[in-house]
């Protein structure tokens, strides 16, 4: 049983930073790719970013580029997702996702299809 684990939500005033970290159970030897999503209220949830576990390639949505940057800690099993310049349109559940895959891939992986295990998700809310 993978368990995906999110931490480090909260509220904020906007301009300013968090920090979130997503770690698997599951060891990391076969991670191919994790992602964060986001559901605002009222809204479907979205693609935030996602890293690439093999190549180390990153994508962002258009509205966190340059503002939110992603990156890995093999060693801890963890991603983490850095936000700065937070706007209260950022506010939402945010929810981290995991695939696994047994082959080297360079591919991005954007949609809530492509991964199997997800966290329980973590409240961001950002006060104007």
């Known amino acids: 049983q993978v368990q995906v684990i999110e931490s480090g939500g909260g509220s904020v005033q906007a301009g300013d930073s968090l920090r979130l970290s997503c770690t698997a159970s599951?060891?990391?030897?076969?991670?191919?790719?994790t992602a964060w999503f986001r559901r605002a209220p009222g809204k479907e949830r979205e693609f935030v970013t996602s890293?690439?576990?093999?190549?180390?390639?990153?994508d962002y949505a258009d509205s966190v580029k340059d503002r939110f940057h992603v990156f890995r800690d093999s060693a801890r099993n963890t991603m983490v997702l850095q936000m700065e310049s937070l706007r209260p349109e950022d506010t939402a559940v945010y929810y981290c996702?995991?695939?696994?895959?047994?082959?080297?891939?360079?591919?991005?992986?954007?949609?809530?299809?492509?991964?199997?295990?997800w966290g329980q998700g973590t409240q961001v809310t950002v006060f104007s």
């Open positions: 890293i690439n576990w093999d190549s180390g390639r990153t």
């Open positions: 599951r060891r990391t030897r076969s991670v191919q790719s």
């Open positions: 996702a995991v695939r696994y895959g047994a082959s080297f891939s360079i591919e991005s992986y954007s949609k809530e299809g492509d991964y199997g295990y």
